[in-house]
């Protein structure tokens, strides 16, 4: 934990923004909208399991509005806040299918975003972490209005990327390619605080984390590898811890902090979804980012997740992400046992 309690995300933002004095501003900008979208959505998410003591559920709220599904009301607020804010172009998520054009009488301004505004909502039942994930390019289409062309850029190029956890505490995590630092809320002033400076995932974990129950769907390859992590050898620290939350931030917060090695493989259950269950633009690129910015590695089993050039808004990768140590010995499996 970092010792100099008290410093929030605008001043953070200020501190970088003076190692670089070209910066324009806008980048801060973009920052605290959405740190304020995220609390909005902190606070909802916190009330969740409030829903049917208050008597919320149903068609109607005691407002006598339409009681809205959390994810959809994520969605909404980001949107909204993000839309309006001057600072983009065009925006994606996960719950649309297609390119979100800025509103029109707003500002259109030199960014795009991608984002899943609340991932792993099947868990808010069940009073488990879920979270936000952002990942911001730079705009490269002609013309004032960006386009999918502005979406779909590799992870390579993202000028910042960050997740919100809604866990125990809210806390944002975010690279703008100076390190990985990490803002726990003060829900008492609203304000999130810097807790933890410059994350480096470790050389080399004991944990890994995968929905094991997968496992006949998954290629000899990822099979070879997870029975090796269970094999007992002290030397290597085998066998491995098994952790699995089955919401990815919360999975990935955990990783990058403690190490180890979080898997979501491509698999042969449902054969509409070859690659997996994962999105690249909205989960994959962004905490491939933090995790390469944090000292670690991102891979699709046969190279850095930031390197594939996306092909569609919605596209899904092998996801394999962590500790060095174990995203390498990873590929040396799949390299050994899988052909391309
Ligand atoms: P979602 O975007 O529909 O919420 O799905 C993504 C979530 C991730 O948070 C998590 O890693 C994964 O689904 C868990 O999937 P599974 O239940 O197949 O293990
Ligand atoms: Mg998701």
């Not at 304000?191 to 998954?218: A, C, M, Q, V």
């Not at 259950?269 to 994959?284: M, T």
């Not at 050039?309 to 962590?322: I, K, S, Y």
């Amino acid at each position: 934990m970092d010792r100099k309690i008290g410093i929030d995300l605008s001043r953070h933002i200020y501190e970088m923004q003076r190692e670089h004095p070209a910066a324009t501003g806008e980048l801060t900008g973009i920052l605290n909208q959405i740190a304020f979208a995220s609390k909005i959505v902190h606070r909802e998410v916190s009330k969740a399991g409030l829903v049917e003591i208050l008597g919320l559920t149903g068609d109607k709220n005691v407002q006598g509005e339409d009681v809205q599904k959390l994810d959809d009301f994520a969605n909404q607020v980001f949107l909204n806040i993000l839309g309006k804010s001057g600072h983009f172009c065009v925006m994606a998520t996960e719950e649309e299918n297609g390119p979100v054009c800025i509103p029109d009488g707003y500002g259109r301004g030199h960014y795009c975003i991608a984002l899943d505004p609340l991932d792993g909502s099947s868990n808010i039942d069940v009073n488990v972490s879920i979270g936000s994930i952002f990942a911001i390019h730079r705009k490269v289409s002609e013309g004032e209005d960006g386009t999918e062309k502005d979406m779909l850029q590799p992870g390579r190029k993202l000028v910042a990327a960050g997740y919100i956890v809604y866990g125990s505490s809210t806390m944002l995590v975010l690279s703008t390619g100076n390190g990985v630092h990490g803002f726990t809320l003060d829900p008492s002033v609203g304000e999130f605080l810097r807790s933890h400076t410059d994350i480096r995932i470790p050389e080399k974990g004991k944990i890994y984390s995968i929905n094991e129950g997968n496992y006949p769907y998954w290629s000899t390859g990822v099979r070879e590898y997870i029975d090796f992590l269970k094999q007992k050898d002290k030397e290597s620290g085998r066998p491995y811890a098994a952790r699995y939350i089955g919401s990815m931030v919360a999975d990935i917060h955990r990783t990058l902090l403690k190490g180890g090695i979080f898997m979501y493989p491509a698999d042969s259950k449902d054969p509409k979804k070859p690659q997996g269950k994962l999105r690249l633009l909205y989960e994959c690129a962004p905490m491939a980012f933090l995790c390469e910015q944090a000292g670690g590695k991102a891979s699709t089993g046969h190279g850095p997740v930031l390197d594939v050039e996306p092909t569609g808004l919605h596209q899904r990768v092998p996801f394999f992400a962590g500790s060095a140590h174990e995203v390498d010995r990873l590929e040396e499996f799949i390299r050994k046992y899988d052909r391309k």
